[in-house]
């Protein structure tokens, strides 16, 4: 079981964003046992003074900007869904609500609200979603015979356009110097962490269960979402970089 995930590469809301999906995994399954119960409890500790540190970046005019655009492609695809599900539950057509049918299995796919999804998340998620809308001959008909078309394209501008303030965000608070006390709090953070998921190998070697693979193949996907969010910026960094 591999979980390192380079952390310095994280801004700090990416961070608490880890921390705050793992705890929510770990309580999700609540496995018996006192050693890892001590060591969520740290981790639940640990995350407190990041959280009182991100409260002071979210008084950025970018961060306020920011929640205006996640809220433009949350009504994109809500309102997609919910033009979908209107045709499906009320369309007197049966092919027609056969197209809705596939298309909001389509949406499905991808979990119940993925307006829900923390920024990082829903941004990748949504990206997956209209590439297959694009790839996948019979969604495209689908959105097509809908009438969707258009709210489509307004989806994949709205996250287009969240996930270049997103990044206009991170350098802003990248150019920032970090105090001393967040980086502190963020070492003990990646200490904390590390222990946790460190416990959690051991008990799964020792004596498998089926809640904790459960456990670790979701934790396996989290980590992977954020190990391609770094793998993306490094990219980035590379073809900005000037030539030699």
């Given at each position: 079981?591999?979980?390192?995930?380079?952390?310095?590469?994280?801004?700090?809301?990416?961070?608490?964003?880890?921390?705050?999906?793992?705890?929510?995994?770990?309580?999700?399954y609540n496995l018996p046992n006192d050693g890892l119960a001590t060591k969520l409890n740290n981790l639940k500790s640990a995350i407190?003074?990041?959280?009182?540190?991100?409260?002071?970046?979210?008084?950025?005019?970018?961060?306020?900007?920011?929640?205006?655009?996640?809220?433009?492609?949350?009504?994109?695809?809500?309102?997609?869904?919910?033009?979908?599900?209107?045709?499906?539950?009320?369309?007197?057509?049966?092919?027609?609500?056969?197209?809705?049918?596939?298309?909001?299995?389509?949406?499905?796919?991808?979990?119940?609200?993925?307006?829900?999804?923390?920024?990082?998340?829903?941004?990748?998620?949504?990206?997956?979603?209209?590439?297959?809308?694009?790839?996948?001959?019979?969604?495209?008909?689908?959105?097509?015979?809908?009438?969707?078309?258009?709210?489509?394209?307004?989806?994949?501008?709205?996250?287009?356009?969240?996930?270049?303030?997103?990044?206009?965000?991170?350098?802003?608070?990248?150019?920032?110097?970090?105090?001393?006390?967040?980086?502190?709090?963020?070492?003990?953070?990646?200490?904390?962490?590390?222990?946790?998921?460190?416990?959690?190998?051991?008990?799964?070697?020792?004596?498998?269960?089926?809640?904790?693979?459960?456990?670790?193949?979701?934790?396996?996907?989290?980590?992977?979402?954020?190990?391609?969010?770094?793998?993306?910026?490094?990219?980035?960094?590379?073809?900005?970089?000037?030539?030699?």
């Open positions: 079981m591999h979980f390192e995930i380079p952390q310095y590469r994280l801004v700090l809301g990416e961070v608490l964003s880890v921390g705050n999906d793992t705890i929510t995994l770990f309580n999700k407190i003074p990041l959280t009182d540190a991100f409260s002071n970046e979210k008084s950025s005019q970018l961060s306020k900007t920011i929640a205006l655009a996640d809220q433009r492609r949350d009504k994109a695809i809500n309102g997609i869904k919910a033009i979908a599900t209107s045709y499906f539950v009320n369309h007197f057509n049966e092919a027609t609500k056969s197209q809705a049918d596939l298309l909001l299995r389509a949406i499905a796919k991808y979990g119940d609200n993925i307006a829900d999804l923390n920024y990082q998340l829903e941004s990748e998620t949504l990206r997956n979603l209209l590439e297959d809308f694009e790839t996948d001959p019979k969604l495209s008909a689908a959105i097509a015979a809908l009438f969707l078309t258009e709210w489509v394209v307004e989806l994949k501008a709205a996250n287009i356009a969240f996930t270049d303030i997103y990044m206009q965000r991170n350098e802003e608070i990248a150019d920032k110097k970090i105090d001393v006390s967040t980086k502190l709090a963020r070492k003990d953070f990646a200490a904390s962490y590390k222990l946790l998921l460190k416990h959690l190998d051991s008990m799964h070697t020792l004596a498998p269960t089926q809640p904790q693979q459960k456990l670790i193949d979701e934790l396996t996907i989290l980590h992977g979402t954020f190990a391609r969010l770094i793998q993306a910026r490094n990219k980035k960094d590379d073809n900005s970089s000037p030539a030699e």
